[in-house]
């Protein structure tokens, strides 16, 4: 007798439901579940354990690595928190309690004997989307019939993470087929955003996002091929990174599309700092990854500044700010925080902002969404089918709604690879400029299954450029008022325009921005936007 989906979904929650069930000291319920879950960590969790999960991941490395804080405290602390996100957000998919404190106390031990770090991450906690490969654990990746595949090894990116000291603890939510830009799944439900539980957390790594949002973790590890890391970080109000192909460890996780080399996924972290956005990054190509999986550049990690500086020591940097794609218009909140990044650091020497002219940004969306289902999305299709489990409306949107996905002829996939190359003339338009900033969506965090236009973050991915989106404040309606008598461009502009009927829906969401570079120049994006939050004082609002 084949097993119905719900019976598989419910065995599935089951085991997620007994991992939290090892948290000792056990939580306790939690009868209402708030529409905003930030506030309710301060009043189950002790002093220390606020302490130690509300602290940057590059302040723990630095108290892990001179004996001030134990692997084992530290581990102890995010486990509860994570399983305390959990029950908030719905954003796990099990714990690794046992493995997690095993693995902590060998730490513990090493750093005793030795007196030193194992390595740069020595101790940290680090949570990992559910469709990275971890030896002996399921890898759904969002659909309900693979629910018993198993990793038979880890992917690369944690056996590197794993030499480098890290603690694996928690596994996290991801959508059906991986391709929408929030979580949800017939395996687990919902996930929901931790500062409006009716708003979105974004996706595909949505999971990763609320969990960081709630800070149940400080660094995580998500995937990205239309904007799967920067959604969640935007709508969480932490920092995500979307690096160039090709840069970190990508073999050993589980999807569609195999192989597919005409958009290439990426694999990135999501953290609550920028800093552990760099050292994550660092570490994982300081590693010489390329030596174990060739198809990675050789590109060593570049520790000189990328920016241009003057005698006085001052940067000189040159930002092309891209308010509107000419397509979908962002809602108000996004071109305020824009607007005010942009008029600050007009003021700072040095730096030079000036406008930049989407090039037909309409065209890259066709380009890259006949390309994301080449086989007309029957891999999709199937491992949906297989378990009779229901489509997920932005399934749906994506594969049945999107009149460009077609199942390509060899001829049609090398004929819209080209139309791709010839798009990547794009980089002509830079000239002396050193970033983009732009929007990171077209709102912030959206309400459930609204999330329909990909282009703020997709067009990059066609164009294979790094890109880090950072918070900057809060959505605040009595400013951030609706435009009646704004009159949209098309039916996608219309739809987004009328998500902004009631602002007063979106109160507390975070407001986060995006810095777009040249491709392999990710150094040089992430140091400005360190220098541009140095120099401004971003973020601008409390997402603790």
């Known amino acids: 007798m084949t097993t119905s989906w719900e019976s598989i979904a419910q065995t599935a929650q089951h ?22 879950s930030t506030p309710v960590p301060r009043t189950v969790l002790t002093d220390s354990e606020l302490h130690i999960t509300e602290s940057a991941p590059e302040t723990l490395i ?15 602390a995010f486990l509860r928190r994570a399983a305390l996100a959990q029950l908030l957000t719905n954003c796990v998919t099990e714990l690794l309690p046992p493995a997690a404190l095993a693995r902590a ?16 991450l020595h101790g940290l906690p680090v949570s990992v989307k559910e469709h990275i490969g971890m030896e002996g654990l399921t890898l759904d990746a969002g659909f309900v019939a693979w629910h018993d595949r198993v990793a038979e090894e880890n992917a690369h990116i944690l056996d590197v993470l794993w030499a480098a000291g890290a603690v694996f603890y928690v596994r996290t939510t991801q959508p059906q087929t991986l391709m929408h830009l929030e979580t949800d799944n017939n395996l687990y439900g919902v996930t929901v955003n931790p500062f409006n539980r009716n708003l979105s957390a974004g996706g595909s790594s949505g999971g990763e996002g609320a969990l960081l949002g709630m800070r149940g973790s400080c660094l995580g590890i998500g ?7 920067r959604s969640p970080a935007a709508a969480n109000g932490i920092y995500g990174f979307r690096p160039t192909s090709y840069r970190l460890p990508v073999s050993g996780w589980s999807a569609t599309m195999q192989g597919a080399e005409h958009i290439v996924p990426v694999i990135g972290p999501l953290s609550t700092s920028l800093a552990g956005i760099a050292l994550f990054t660092k570490t994982l190509i300081d590693a010489q990854p390329w030596r174990r999986e060739p198809s990675l550049v050789p590109l060593p990690w570049n520790p000189h500044p990328q920016l241009a500086t003057l005698p006085s020591g001052t940067k000189v940097l040159k930002i092309g700010l891209l ?3 000419g397509v979908v218009r962002p809602h108000p909140p996004v071109l305020r925080a824009l607007r005010s990044v942009a008029e600050k650091l007009a003021e700072v020497e040095g730096v030079q902002v000036v406008e930049w002219t989407p090039y037909r940004h309409e065209w890259a969306w066709t380009v890259i969404s006949s390309l994301y289902f080449a086989d007309g999305g029957r891999e999709e299709r199937d491992a949906i089918d297989a378990s009779g489990e229901p489509w997920r409306p ?7 709604e999107n009149g460009n996905v077609k199942a390509l002829s060899v001829k049609e996939v090398w004929d819209w690879t ?35 236009y990909w282009s703020y973050t997709s067009q990059w991915n066609l164009l294979d450029y790094p890109a880090v989106v950072a918070p900057v404040t809060k959505v605040d309606p009595a400013i951030d008022l609706a435009k009646p008598d704004y009159v949209p461009r098309n039916e996608q502009d219309e739809y987004n325009y009328q998500l902004y009927d009631e602002p007063q829906r979106y109160a507390n969401a975070p407001v986060s921005v995006q810095l777009v570079g040249r491709r392999y120049e990710d ?8 220098y541009i939050e140095e120099k401004i004082g971003l973020p601008w609002a409390e997402f603790v």
């Not at 085991?15 to 905003?36: E, G, K, M, V």
């Not at 108290?63 to 084992?72: D, E, K, M, N, R």
């Not at 150094?523 to 360190?530: Q, Y």
């Open 223 to 229: 995937t990205d091929i239309g904007g799967s890391i």
């Open 418 to 452: 080209w139309e791709r190359e010839k798009y990547r003339e794009y980089a002509r338009k830079w000239g002396d400029v050193d970033v983009i900033l732009c929007p990171a969506g077209p709102g912030v965090a959206l309400p459930h299954n609204c999330a329909r």
């Open 15 to 36: 085991h997620r439901d007994a991992t939290l069930a090892q948290i000792n000291p056990p939580l306790p319920s939690i009868d209402t579940l708030p529409l905003n």
């Open 394 to 400: 932005l399934t749906t949107f994506i594969l049945k």
């Open 62 to 76: 630095s108290h892990l690595a001179s004996g001030t804080l134990t692997s084992t405290a530290v581990t102890s």
């Open 105 to 120: 106390a060998f730490l513990d031990n090493y750093f005793r004997e030795h007196g030193k770090p194992i390595g740069p």
């Open 323 to 325: 308010l509107d794609d």
């Open 523 to 530: 150094e040089k994006v992430l140091e400005a936007m360190a």
